[in-house]
């Protein structure tokens, strides 16, 4: 299950959420009025981690993130994204239904939404 880890937010930035477990986080930037300005989800946290990002301006978008684990007897680098565009949609889909059942209503809703539509614009 997520469980929400309390996040401090900037000051003049959007409030910030993060729930987490073992496998998955999901970060939620909120406006004022606490629609949802963008998210990002990401899972398989450790083999084969992926980020799927969405924002009000640009839908969603895909990447795989580059631990930064590259050589052995190396200093680790600092993860990246890079690009990888296919999602399996109903294994994120699942993701969210088998580990978001404590999520805010309203966030459970907007994020399974979203990615049961992908590329069609709804009403936020």
């Not at 729930?19 to 963008?38: G, K, P, Q, Y």
């Not at 930064?68 to 680790?76: A, I, N, R």
């Not at 690009?83 to 889909?93: E, H, I, K, M």
Request: charged share 30%.
């Amino acid at each position: 299950m997520l469980k929400e880890i309390p996040v401090i937010s900037e000051e003049n930035e959007p409030v910030k959420r993060w729930f987490t477990d073992h496998n998955t986080d999901l970060f939620v930037w909120l406006a004022e009025d606490e629609s949802i300005l963008r998210f990002q989800l990401c899972y398989n946290k450790g083999q084969n981690e992926h980020a799927l990002t969405w924002t009000r301006d640009q839908g969603l978008s895909h990447h795989a993130v580059d631990d930064g684990e590259e050589k052995v007897m190396k200093m680790k680098k600092s993860p990246i994204l890079v690009q990888n565009g296919r999602v399996d949609y109903s294994g994120v889909q699942k993701i969210i239904r088998d580990t978001g059942q404590e999520l805010p209503a309203f966030i459970y809703n907007f994020v399974l939404e979203t990615l049961e539509h992908p590329g069609q614009e709804t009403i936020r």
